[in-house]
């Protein structure tokens, strides 16, 4: 069975500052893997996800991901982290055959202090 | 345009009672999914329909019965509502294409706080 683990449940970083979220996953083969967003008292929406193209996958809001195999990670990064980020990070996994569940992780909450 | 709503948006009742929550897309998607979020933020699938027909149904009790009318809607009826019912639900919707392809959209959740 696949699972996700996602390193800390909370993230504070300053404005304009680097933005990382850890995601760690576990499958006995390659998933696909995407992060989602959720602000709050809303439904969650697609940043980006992996499906085995390139490694490093541009998502929407400047936010990027990295395919690392040989490490099991897909870490969320922003380079310059706005306001407007704050919210729940959720990174998930898809098997690649069969079953159409996401399973997720945790959660990170991303705090932006001005 | 929403593509895929949910009402209500909150939904406050005592235990023992029944109630159900609806959900439908726009998207003219085959898929859809009803997802729990519990009170730690945990999210876990619950059901997925494709075109009318159950095709996941997670270890949830019996007391969840999902129901498809057409493939545009899927909603979910709770019988005998517990404490531990409490949570967020949210609904999603997919293509239902090549899985490489297929990504879900979410619905904006529905509260439940069960009394």
């Known amino acids: 069975a696949q699972s996700v683990t996602q390193l800390g449940s909370h993230v504070s970083v300053s404005e304009g500052a680097l933005v990382l979220l850890r995601c760690n996953y576990s499958s006995s083969v390659p998933p696909y893997l995407f992060w989602y967003v959720q602000y709050p008292n809303q439904g969650l929406q697609l940043l980006l996800k992996?499906?085995?193209?390139?490694?490093l996958v541009k998502g929407i809001n400047g936010f990027e991901a990295e395919f690392k195999k040989s490490e099991t990670s897909f870490h969320l990064t922003k380079p310059s982290a706005h306001m407007s980020d704050a919210a729940e990070y959720f990174c998930?996994?898809?098997?690649?055959?069969?079953?159409?569940?996401?399973?997720f992780g945790s959660g990170t909450r991303l705090q932006v202090q001005p | 345009d929403t593509a895929v709503s949910q009402t209500p948006k909150y939904l406050v009742t005592q235990m023992g009672n029944d109630k159900s929550i609806k959900c439908e897309q726009n998207l003219g998607h085959d898929t859809m999914y009803w997802y729990k979020q519990d009170s730690k933020k945990f999210l876990k699938i619950m059901f997925s329909y494709n075109n009318k027909e159950l095709i996941i149904n997670e270890t949830v009790p019996n007391r969840f019965s999902p129901k498809s009318p057409d493939k545009a809607h899927l909603n979910l009826h709770i019988n005998s509502l517990e404490l531990g019912d409490s949570a967020v639900y949210f609904c999603?919707?997919?293509?239902?294409?090549?899985?490489?392809?297929?990504?879900?959209?979410f619905g904006p959740g529905t509260r439940l706080t069960v009394l």
């Open positions: 992996y499906t085995s193209a390139a490694t």
């Open positions: 999603a919707s997919s293509a239902g294409t090549e899985i490489r392809t297929d990504t879900q959209y």
């Open positions: 998930a996994v898809m098997l690649r055959t069969g079953r159409r569940a996401l399973t």
